[in-house]
Structure formats: C-alpha cells, structure tokens
C-alpha cells in the first residue's frame, strides 16, 4: 500500500492493488499512481453526506457518552451552515437519522438521562465508524 493511504481508503484499494501486481508490467506502477491521486483528491472535496453526519456527530457528543435522539437532532439542527434543517425540504429527524446511520451499522439504543429512559446513540457505537471514516485529525 502507498504510504498515506490507510483505513477506508486502503481497504478500498487493496483487491485493486493486488490484481495490478498480479498482472505485472507497468500496471503495479500505474495503479500505485492512480491510489495516490484519487484518495488525495477524495479528501480535497467535500466530503459525502454520511461523512458530514458522523463529523457533526463526533462534534456533538464532544465529550458526552450517551445523547437522546432528541437532544442529537437540536444540537444537529444548530450548527451553521450544516444541512440538518433543510434535506429535501424538511429537517432531519429521527428516522432520518437513524437510517443515515444504518450503513455505519448505529441503531439507535435505550440510553438513561437523569431519570428518563429515551432512545439515543452511545459514544462507544460511533467510535468505529468515526475512527474509519473522519479524518485523523479529528481524534486530536
């Protein structure tokens, strides 16, 4: 694997890399190249929606370990220039956030605040998909 290209981005390329080494000649080169230009530039654009949304997560939870669904979408709807009040029309809401999260494989849990039982999301299920996806930087 180039150096640079690690998590997503090398599982992503590793069958690729392999079938170029497989195949010899000029190929192991050019594809080397073509990982390095297209994660480099993938991570020069803006990032996908679901990205977005696992940022924005990881800046909402901050050091919190558990959040109701509830209080995820008000802090959510709240940072500026985001795009969790306006998704074809309307905000995001619980279903929508549970199913934006369904690829990252987060489902929404019972989670105890004060004396309530609520649904909501732990730290712990996102960490994964936080780790995998936001950049390193974001773990500073």
Known sequence: MPDGIEDRSADVWESLLAVADAAGGVWPDQARNACITLVAE?????????????????????????????????????????????????????????????????????????DKALKGYYATDLWDAWERYLPKEDFA
Not at 58 to 64: A, C, N
Not at 66 to 89: D, K, V
């Open 42 to 114: 993938s991570r020069s654009s803006s990032p996908s929606l679901g990205i977005r949304l696992l940022g924005d997560l990881k800046q909402v939870f901050g050091t919190e370990d558990q959040m109701s669904t509830f209080e995820i979408l008000n802090a959510l709807h709240t940072i500026e220039e985001a795009p969790w009040l306006e998704l074809r029309g309307k905000a995001l809401d619980a279903r929508g956030l549970s199913w934006r999260l369904r690829p990252y494989n987060v489902s929404p849990r019972d989670v105890r605040i004060g």
